[in-house]
Nanobody
Framework: QVQLVESGGGLVQPGGSLRLSCAASGASGSIFSINAMGWYRQAPGKERDWVATITSGDSANYADSVKGRFTIARDNAKNTVYLQMNSLKPEDTAVYYC??????????????WGQGTQVTVSS
């Protein structure tokens, strides 16, 4: 089973920056490979929305609402994905979730989610 641990959320003023991280670990003795790594967010009372995805070939895509302000990057050696968020706006306030899709020697195809980290943009 692949588990994801997020970090980096917090409170920031409008116009500020935050960097989120999400690292994957597998069960002892397991081997896994990660294809796509992504970020989603869910604001209070709203559905979970896609934010950004980066493929194993380092191809990145972004939601229009964050394009030009957010940057997704991955470190394959550390099984980690990052989301650099600049020029933050109050409407970016949400719980951010990472999502990894890949193949595990134990479970086959997997679709794993992080526990979520709160990002609050407020003055």
């Amino acid at each position: 089973q692949v588990q994801l641990v997020e970090s980096g959320g917090g409170l920031v003023q409008p116009g500020g920056s935050l960097r989120l991280s999400c690292a994957a670990s597998g069960a002892s003795g397991s081997i896994f490979s990660i294809n796509a790594m992504g970020w989603y967010r869910q604001a209070p009372g709203k559905e979970r929305d896609w934010v950004a995805t980066i493929t194993s070939g380092d191809s990145a895509n972004y939601a229009d609402s964050v394009k030009g302000r957010f940057t997704i990057a991955r470190d394959n050696a550390k099984n980690t994905v990052y989301l650099q968020m600049n020029s933050l706006k109050p409407e970016d306030t949400a719980v951010y979730y990472c999502n990894f899709r890949g193949i595990s020697s134990l479970t086959g195809i997997f679709n794993a989610w992080g526990q979520g980290t709160q990002v609050t943009v407020s003055s």
